[in-house]
């Protein structure tokens, strides 16, 4: 192929572009929510509302 120029940039506009993956990032630690069945539609807010709902029903008993 004839080049125009001799520019460096004019070779490098005729290469077809390399793709870089980059770096792959590490795997996600679980979510603390994971299998359990008070997260199925409600999103994670950090706190296990089954270990509150326990807590409460406890509390619950004792006052009972």
Same mark, same amino acid.
Request: hydrophobic share 25%; net charge positive; proline share 14%.
């Given at each position: 192929?004839?080049?125009?120029?001799?520019?460096?940039?004019?070779?490098?506009?005729?290469?077809?572009?390399?793709?870089? @993956?980059? @770096?792959?990032?590490?795997?996600?630690?679980?979510?603390?929510?994971?299998?359990?069945?008070?997260?199925?539609?409600?999103?994670?807010?950090?706190?296990?509302?089954?270990?509150?709902?326990?807590?409460?029903?406890?509390?619950?008993?004792?006052?009972?």
């Amino acid at each position: 192929m004839t080049y125009f120029t001799d520019s460096p940039f004019e070779r490098m506009m005729v290469q077809r572009p390399r793709s870089n @993956p980059g @770096p792959s990032s590490a795997p996600k630690p679980p979510s603390p929510c994971a299998g359990c069945g008070c997260a199925g539609s409600r999103p994670c807010v950090g706190t296990c509302m089954r270990e509150l709902m326990e807590k409460k029903e406890a509390k619950q008993e004792c006052a009972d």
